[in-house]
């Protein structure tokens, strides 16, 4: 952990690195290219040797990809994890005395690629650096042999009952994406009572087979009946609203990422905190290590990401109206301040723009330039620039670029169905019902062909199965249609689309849903649920599980 002066050195690092970003982009470039313009030797691009690939998720829409690793970018992970340290530690106080992290963590195995070099999950790279195992040793709960269990339900075992038992320590509850933190707190509802017992006898559940959690989870746990009757007080409420708070009173935020496809989860995750701040600290792709949150506070839908200018970099392409739906907003931006540069109607013309001249409101796709030999790489997510720290810009996420339903002129991207969602979902409210996940493809089986949405729900009061009104899930569907944008709208019009269909699946079908991506090798930790799915698998095994389907019953305004 950091002491106070590399505290302190961090957040005077941050305000160097931001003033001064047009310059350190210019030194990377020039660093990067020049040295094979002054005739260095023909390793272009790629001066280091490729140590390993990250395998990214591709969950969040595109295929997993495998991204060159080298010892710079090695070095640079824990360099830009301490300037996050510094801004947390700003704002939350000493975060490393006697206090400790519940974050749930999973590696994922290693694969080795034809060429010898192994292939691996950026965190579980992470999760192998020593300096980040005695982080996890002092200031985490979670053994590392839990982390590093590949059955995930010992894994869970063994991390919540790490954390139940040290309540009073617990100062920050998280995961790398909100998905991982959710599954955890379903864990626990199907799993307290057991934990429960094997707390107030000292003993772990046979089942626990693994070795590594069995040796972890048997030496730190002894008979504590006390603790077992005031966690079987919480976990036996009606409801679990609050669980969290309730958990581990001295937590102060819950750490995870809650913007894109991931903001789906806010509302579940606030019905656990028991009102905790949610903090959203990162952008992080396997490409680069991208940016940081200032502003930990800020609520998830006001969260930007101030760019790192020294971890790559960075261009940006004006996102074209003609390339990306997105929503009306971003129609209406392009109408009142286009460039003449954005106006070309193809893609491929429009000039990428340096990190620093990047425009306050405008949309952009990220472009990165690495130390490992990507050039001008799109990583697929659209950003908006919100604002500026000092001379670096502060993007917020929108959504991935490459996620798009399709069914006739109409191009839906993330942002679009991500937002639908939202504007039908508040009809759920009233009813007590939320929204846990979802996802979404296009049916072309008929003619015309329509777009899906399944839809798992959980009531917030008790277990029971949830009594739908199909009234209201129609209006659900209609409300979709009328907040997509306006080419789906008037596709439906001249029924070039038929009505959009929701289909409620039971609960739990979204654990299967990441189990399977999981058992294709998506790691846990970097897991995100797919806000559409082309997989014929991924599709039959919600489709297996469907209780109810749902029509809108009207053509949208
Ligand atoms: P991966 O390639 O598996 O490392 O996943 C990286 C992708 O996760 C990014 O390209 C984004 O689409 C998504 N992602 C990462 N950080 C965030 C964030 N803070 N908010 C929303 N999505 C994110």
């Known amino acids: ?150 059955d995930t339900n010992q894994s869970m075992y063994c991390q919540l009952l790490a954390g139940l038992i040290q309540p009073d320590e617990v100062v920050m509850v998280g995961s790398q994406f909100a998905t991982a933190l959710l599954r955890a707190i379903k864990f626990l509802e199907g799993y307290w009572k057991e934990l429960c017992s094997n707390i107030r006898s000292g003993q772990i559940s046979d089942w626990i087979t693994d070795s590594g959690c069995k040796n972890a989870a048997s030496s730190i746990m002894k008979p504590n009946p006390q603790l077992a009757d005031s966690i079987h007080k919480i976990c036996s409420c009606e409801s679990s609203e609050g669980i969290i708070k309730k958990l581990w009173p001295n937590a102060k935020f819950i750490r995870a990422i809650t913007t894109g496809v991931m903001s789906q989860y806010v509302e579940t995750l606030e019905f656990y905190s028991g009102g905790l701040p949610l903090v959203s600290n990162t952008y992080v792709c396997s490409e680069a290590f991208c940016g940081i949150n200032l502003e930990p506070l800020s609520g998830p839908s006001y969260v930007s990401y101030t760019f790192l200018p020294t971890t790559a970099f960075f261009e940006s392409l004006p996102v074209n109206n003609n390339s990306l739906s997105l929503s009306q907003e971003v129609q209406f931006n392009y109408a009142s301040q286009h460039e003449p540069v954005e106006k070309k109607s193809n893609n491929e013309n429009i000039e990428p723009i340096d990190l620093v001249h990047v425009k306050l409101g405008q949309y952009y796709e990220l472009l990165v330039t690495s130390y490992a030999g990507l050039y001008r790489y799109k990583v697929g997510d659209v950003l908006k620039v919100t604002g500026f720290h000092n001379n670096t810009p502060q993007f917020q996420f929108v959504g991935s670029q490459n996620v798009i339903l399709s069914i006739d002129t109409d191009k839906t991207s993330e942002a679009d169905l991500v937002n639908a969602v939202r504007e039908a979902k508040t009809l759920l409210d009233p009813l007590g019902f939320i929204l846990t996940g979802f996802t979404s493809y296009a049916d072309t089986c008929s003619i015309p062909g329509h777009y899906v949405l399944f839809w798992e729900l959980k009531a917030k009061q008790g277990n029971d199965s949830i009594e ?52 294709r090798g998506v790691s846990t930790s970097q897991y995100k649920t797919p806000s559409c799915i082309k997989s014929k698998e991924a599709i039959n095994i919600l489709e297996s599980k469907v209780i109810r389907k749902f029509f809108s019953p009207k053509i949208p305004m």
């Open 468 to 519: 739908l009104d199909p009234k209201i899930m129609e209006e659900c569907c209609y409300r979709m249609e009328e907040a997509l944008y306006y080419i789906y709208r008037s596709c439906r019009k001249r029924n070039a689309i038929a009505a959009l269909e929701i289909r409620v699946v039971k609960q739990g079908s979204f654990d299967t849903l990441m189990d399977y991506y999981v058992s």
């Open 1 to 150: 952990m950091a002491t106070r002066n590399e505290f302190e050195d961090g957040l005077k690092r941050i305000e160097e690195l931001t003033t001064n970003a047009d310059q350190i982009q210019e030194e990377i470039l020039s660093l990067t290219f020049d040295r094979i313009a002054n005739g260095e030797p023909s390793n272009i691009l790629l001066a280091e040797s490729v140590l390993e690939f990250f395998r990214s998720s591709g969950t969040s829409g595109g295929q997993p990809k495998l991204i060159p690793v080298t010892a710079e970018t090695l070095k640079l992970l824990p360099i830009s994890s301490a300037l996050l340290t510094a801004v947390m530690k700003k704002h939350f106080g000493n975060l490393d005395q006697a206090v400790k992290s519940l974050e749930f963590q999973f590696a994922k195995e290693e694969t080795e690629t034809p060429c010898g070099l192994k292939a691996r999950a950026a965190t579980t790279s992470m999760y192998k650096n020593n300096d980040y195992r005695n982080i996890i040793s002092k200031h985490h709960t979670s053994p590392i042999e839990a982390i590093f269990c590949s």
